[in-house]
């Protein structure tokens, strides 16, 4: 038996089944409505829980970070069976850049405890920045790597199959360390009704960027404007009868790729 | 200031620029002002095609050793940015190497960053990216407010590589420094999963399957119409996700983005993710039992039917033609 503790960045977005909408004031993504966790963040706290389990002894821990004070995306999570979570919770953040966010949930790590292993997502659903793992290692001044579809740890090091263009990279990385994950890493488990229940009464610990010392919340872009992107042609839809498969044929003559 | 000295992360196989390396080159240098390809590793041959890309000069890391390019390529940019060259522009492609070196940098620099990009103007001072969003039904332009160096990145294919420049190419070294605590990572092993027959970025035609094929053997169909059509096959995030087919298939936000002449998309309702991968390509032809899915609302020919009656005709009848 060892120990391991793993903190695991989960954002809540707005669900992604429902048309997306920009607030029309500051042409951001509008997040008002019911937030969920981020499907590509269930992966992390999934292997998180397995990591865990595998070590034996540890817990896995939530930071998250989100303008208002929203946890039922946590709540899915702390179901899984996550222990507890440090939310971030403040207006002054709304539609924050992915710098400021890394330095936040950075902040946010410190409150989180003792720890071997950051997981996150490699991007999430809604902005799909992509860069916020990579920021915070660079913040906590700790190793990193990206894209793992494998994680597995041995002693002091965490060794990770990394997808690349071309396939995937074996990375062997010390710890403590930054680790994200792709979707599809593991298959992430359904809350047991137990777990449910149980999450209702783990800890959540709500902060304030000021909190934690991040104290200039502001960062250095603006949307100057939102166009419709020229549309496509409508093309001829048609119900298969059988027979459209020569539609296709047809098609592919005209263009002489056959 | 206006934006005279631009860097384009730049990189390598063997003595071959990338793709996507030519590309930014190519529009860095329609910007104006002095072009500078920043290389992750060995430049190599390559300096050669940087240069008629549009660099004046290469920088390069020279042998990774093993690191992996985020923490090793950013702390050498900051060194030569540290020694005087500041660049008022740097551009990245938004692959995984130019994604991790950007982050990193953003940090030491305290710069913020905009991805996903597939433009930029420049007018005086102000840096503007344009991002498609809501698979790319609307484009959002954004604009730089803070001190420069901008950091951006591109996907692929947002611009034509066109050479020609006739730049210096001045070789120059950046080499990396001791990274400390950040620089724990190394590959150990590397392992390649390409497919037989052209590159599914760089095929004419592409061929993808998804969840609607039901099952990871019904993949076989879209791999036989991809040969029979010499084109490349591609998959949606579901099924890569759902193990299927390798992640190096995934057409999409995450995956490759393809132009091909025509795409195929057999069993594919259209999420965002995967428009984004594919909205490019010339023409479209989508196979879906669902008549409301948003695939047909890009397609230039939509069957609607089961693709397990379409597939299975259509390649008998292209194998009927020879």
Same mark, same amino acid.
């Given at each position: ?258 | ?8 992360? &730049? ?62 390529? &950013? ?120 497919? &037989? ?38 998959? &949606? ?86």
């Amino acid at each position: 038996m060892s120990l391991m503790n793993v903190i695991v960045c989960v954002k809540q977005i707005p669900d992604p089944a429902l048309p997306g909408e920009l607030d029309p004031s500051t042409n951001t993504l509008k997040r008002d409505g019911k937030l969920i966790l981020d499907e590509s963040d269930s992966y992390g706290v999934e292997m998180a829980l397995q990591l865990v389990n595998t070590a034996g002894e540890g817990s896995v821990t939530l930071v998250s970070m989100a303008p208002n004070d929203e946890v039922s995306g946590l709540r899915t999570a702390l179901a899984m069976g996550a222990e507890k979570a440090v939310l971030v919770s403040d207006p002054a953040l709304a539609g924050a850049d992915a710098l400021t966010t890394a330095k936040v949930l950075a902040g946010a790590v410190g409150k989180a405890g003792d720890y071997d292993l950051i997981i996150a997502g490699t991007e999430s659903s809604d902005g799909y920045t992509g860069t916020v793992p990579e920021q915070m290692a660079e913040v906590l001044g700790l190793p990193s790597v990206g894209f793992a579809k494998t994680i597995a740890v041995d002693g002091s090091t965490v060794k990770v199959d990394r997808q690349t263009e071309a396939g995937y990279d074996e990375v062997s990385c010390s710890l403590p360390a930054v680790v994200s994950v792709t979707a599809g890493v593991v298959e992430p488990r359904y809350p047991s009704f137990k777990g449910i229940m149980a999450a209702k009464s783990k800890p959540v610990e709500t902060v304030t960027a000021a909190d934690l010392g991040v104290e200039s919340v502001s960062w250095a872009q603006s949307i100057s404007s939102v166009e419709d992107a020229p549309a496509r042609e409508a093309g001829e839809i048609i119900e298969d009868d059988g027979e459209t498969f020569n539609k296709i044929v047809d098609f592919l003559d005209n263009l002489k790729v056959i | 200031m206006a934006v005279n000295n631009i860097w384009v992360f &730049s990189q390598a196989n063997g003595d071959e620029a990338t793709t996507a390396s030519l590309e930014l080159l190519t529009k860095a240098r329609s910007l104006g002002g002095t072009v500078t390809a920043f290389v992750a590793g060995v430049a190599g041959g390559a300096v050669a095609a940087l240069a008629d890309h549009g660099a004046a000069k290469v920088y390069e890391t020279g042998d990774l050793a093993g690191a992996l390019p985020g923490a090793a390529v &950013s702390a050498a940019m900051q060194a030569v940015i540290d020694g005087g060259d500041v660049p008022d522009l740097i551009m990245f492609p938004q692959n995984y190497e130019g994604r991790d070196v950007l982050s990193r940098l953003s940090v030491k620099l305290d710069r913020t960053v905009l991805t996903n990009s597939t433009d930029i103007t420049v007018d005086g001072d102000s840096v503007t990216v344009q991002t498609p969003i809501f698979g790319g039904s609307k484009l959002v332009n954004s604009t730089f407010t803070g001190e420069a160096p901008f950091l951006a990145a591109f996907r692929p294919k947002s611009f034509e590589a066109a050479g020609g420049a006739g730049a210096a190419g001045e070789l120059a070294s950046a080499p990396v420094p001791d990274l400390g605590s950040t620089g724990g990572a190394t590959v150990t092993a590397v392992h390649v999963e390409e497919t &037989s027959g052209p590159k599914l970025d760089e095929a004419a035609v592409v061929v993808s399957g998804g969840r609607g094929l039901g099952e990871a053997d019904k993949f076989d169909m879209v791999e036989t119409l991809a040969k029979l059509l010499k084109g490349a096959p591609g998959a &949606s995030r579901a099924i890569v996700d759902a193990g299927w087919v390798p992640y190096s298939y995934q057409v999409g936000q995450t995956g490759k983005v393809v132009k091909p002449t025509v795409y195929i998309a057999a069993g594919i309702s259209g999420a965002t993710q995967h428009m984004v991968g594919m909205k490019g390509a010339k023409n479209i032809i989508a196979i879906n039992k669902d008549k409301e899915a948003p695939i047909f609302g890009v397609a230039d020919l939509g069957i609607v039917g089961d693709v397990h009656k379409v597939m299975p005709a259509l390649i008998a009848a292209l194998e009927a033609r020879g």
